[in-house]
């Protein structure tokens, strides 16, 4: 698939945009800061790194929608600019007519890793910290996603995936921790619950805490679970693990630190219109994208791993769940966050459907929504994969007020109209 798409225009938009791309990302000097410096009111900015790559520019547009103002930290290492001219087109078009302000967006090329220019960016959001006042952030909350996601490339690098996701992390909150920015929401993955999943149960947030904890199982029995998981499957998901641990203890350490980890089961489709969609580099990993490129006739067959998982089908079954649904249980997760209106200062939640389907389900569902035959092929399992890995969502439902709207059919409709927006069957 070619990954690259036309810009949209943005004339529409343009003064609500301040994409910053210096010649060399990972300097500060040519910044251009000019749009928010001489402003003086106290916007609600929010944070995100990684808001270009597939789930960050659905959740920096439901951001938008939102009326929250949104900087976008990505270095286009897995990302188009173009996608950020969709991200304003679509603003715009649901702007159109309306009374309330357009938000603005910010985008700058760095990555999240380049401490200096992070923390230059970060000084241009302060207020005060003259005259003996203390500084505070314009920033309100941060998603953080800019992280390697890879499992199969996470086996064979395994410490560029420590390097880039827990370091990075870790250096990142220090830095967040400095200018006082302790709202906090952390893409986390299905993928902490290891082989726990595979159990062909649905798996629930106490199937792997980092502290301590009691809950009332189904037959209202008080359980104990400690902390810790055992079924980890891959370095990738190790690197999620360690980074909820990090924020659990960060959270336990200082309670004005307010951190959800939402726990992505797996995200496919796109928004509605057509107009954003997933667009990786590289070989795509995901089945998804994998699925597209077969029915644009990039590849000739699409390679299915494993048929002998413990399922009806034989293929591996998956919650599989919208990424619009999942970019609106960011807008909710950073809710409650901001009001510090959880049951503690570090919870964790389970974004997904409850229902599972399996890559033959997923193959059947695109090929009778695309009208076309999807080839594929059966080869062994994966390494790192798991048979099942299904959501219990309870804990998303009632605390975050959230729950899915859209199906895998809605998913593969969205996806179809997005390769026909670019011509591409
Ligand atoms: C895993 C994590 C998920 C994480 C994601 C990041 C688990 C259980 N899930 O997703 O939380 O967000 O990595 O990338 O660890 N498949 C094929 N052919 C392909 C591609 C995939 O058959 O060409 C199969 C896989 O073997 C798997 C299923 O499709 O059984 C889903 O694969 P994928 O989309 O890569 O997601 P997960 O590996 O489930």
């Not at 992505?264 to 597209?292: I, M, Q, R």
Request: glycine share 8%; proline share 4%.
């Amino acid at each position: 698939m070619e990954a690259q798409s036309s810009p949209p225009s943005i004339s529409s938009a343009a003064s609500s945009v301040n994409s910053s791309t210096p010649s060399t990302p990972s300097t500060t000097s040519s910044f251009d800061f000019s749009d928010h410096v001489t402003e003086q009111t106290d916007r609600r900015y929010i944070l995100v790194t990684g808001g270009l790559g597939f789930i960050g520019s659905h959740t920096s547009l439901e951001l938008l929608k939102a009326g929250y103002d949104v900087i976008i930290v990505d270095d286009l290492s897995n990302s188009y600019r173009s996608v950020l001219n969709s991200i304003i087109q679509l603003a715009d078009i649901y702007y159109a007519g309306r009374e309330h302000e357009q938000p603005k967006v910010h985008h700058h090329q760095v990555n999240y890793r380049d401490m200096e220019a992070m923390d230059s960016l970060l000084r241009e959001y302060s207020i005060g910290g003259q005259f003996g006042r203390p500084a505070r952030s314009k920033i309100m909350g941060v998603i953080h996603f800019a992280a390697f996601k890879a499992v199969a490339e996470s086996i064979s690098r395994p410490l560029d995936y420590y390097r880039n996701n827990i370091n990075g992390l870790v250096d990142f909150l220090y830095l967040l921790d400095d200018h006082k920015i302790k709202n906090f929401v952390f893409s986390s993955s299905a993928t902490v619950y290891g082989t726990i999943a595979d159990l062909g149960v649905p798996v629930r947030e106490e199937d792997c805490v980092h502290e301590p904890e009691h809950y009332l199982d189904d037959n209202q029995r008080g359980t104990l679970v400690s902390q810790g998981c055992t079924g980890l499957t891959n370095p990738y998901g190790r690197t999620k693990f360690f980074g909820e641990a990090i924020l659990s203890d960060l959270a336990k350490s200082d309670p004005l630190w307010s951190i959800a980890a939402l726990r992505y089961f797996n995200p496919v489709g796109c928004d509605a219109s057509g107009l954003l969609g997933e667009e990786p580099k590289g070989v795509p990993s995901n089945l998804l994208p994998a699925v597209t490129k077969v029915l644009i006739g990039d590849s000739p067959s699409l390679s299915v791993f494993g048929d002998d998982w413990p399922t009806p089908d034989g293929t591996a079954m998956r919650d599989f769940i919208h990424v619009t649904d999942l970019a609106q249980a960011h807008i909710r997760a950073l809710d409650v966050v901001s009001k510090q209106a959880m049951v503690k200062n570090f919870r964790t939640f389970n974004i997904g459907t409850g229902h599972g389907y399996s890559v033959q389900e997923v193959i059947n569902t695109m090929e009778q929504v695309s009208q076309r035959s999807i080839p594929h092929h059966f080869m062994g399992r994966r390494a790192g994969d798991v048979g099942t890995c299904v959501a219990r969502a309870d804990r998303s439902n009632a605390e975050l007020g959230w729950r899915t709207k859209l199906t895998l059919r809605d998913a593969c409709v969205d996806i179809c109209r997005f390769l026909r927006a670019r011509n591409y069957y």
